[in-house]
Nanobody
């Protein structure tokens, strides 16, 4: 199994930046990609970004619009989500997820095998 643990959430003001981290452990050699999803109160979980572990290929949701950047540190088995120009509508619990195989769409939550507990991001106006 693979365990993923998120950190870095918090309360910020609109326009601020925040960097989330996702540390993977366990059978990390089985990890094909890591992704970030988010879920706001009363809304469904939605895809934010993903990155393949070996090739560093990235995918982003349209709403990111260049504000977020996903990256990885292979030596530390850690993936980051740098979020800039945050908006109140970015308020959500952000989840990290690990995928052990290629997927037709990186944005499909059901293609991910392991999930973290989430970290709260709150953006005040």
């Amino acid at each position: 199994q693979v365990q993923v643990v998120e950190s870095g959430g918090g309360l910020v003001q609109a326009g601020d930046s925040l960097k989330l981290s996702c540390a993977a452990s366990g059978r990390t050699f089985t990890t094909y990609a890591l992704g970030w999803f988010r879920q706001a109160p009363g809304k469904e979980r939605e895809f934010v970004a993903a990155i393949t572990w070996s090739g560093g290929i990235t995918n982003y949701a349209d709403f990111v619009q260049g504000r977020f950047t996903i990256s990885r540190d292979s030596a530390k088995y850690t993936v980051y989500l740098q979020m800039n120009s945050l908006k109140p509508e970015d308020t959500a619990v952000y989840y990290c997820a690990a995928r052990t195989r290629p997927a037709t769409k990186a944005s499909l939550a059901e293609s991910y095998d392991y999930w973290g507990q989430g970290t709260q991001v709150t953006v005040s106006s």
